[in-house]
């Protein structure tokens, strides 16, 4: 079974996932692997705050892991 990112997972737990979830990150300017909230802070949280559209960049980060 193919992991899943969930908008309940930390952004530090995102990042250990796979190599290319930063450059997922990375294409909406969401720096996170530099962020001090990384290890504390919700994916809603991060998005929320920068004001993005929570379920598209979930569909961006799990498209990581489709066949």
Request: glycine share 4%; proline share 3%.
């Amino acid at each position: 079974m193919a992991p899943k990112i969930t908008k309940d997972m930390t952004f530090y737990q995102i990042l250990q996932m796979d190599p290319e979830v930063a450059k997922v990150l990375d294409q909406y300017n969401l720096d996170c692997g530099e962020c001090l909230g990384a290890t504390s802070e919700s994916i809603a949280q991060g998005v929320r705050a920068h004001d993005f559209d929570l379920d598209e960049i979930l569909t961006a980060l799990n498209a990581i892991f489709e066949d």
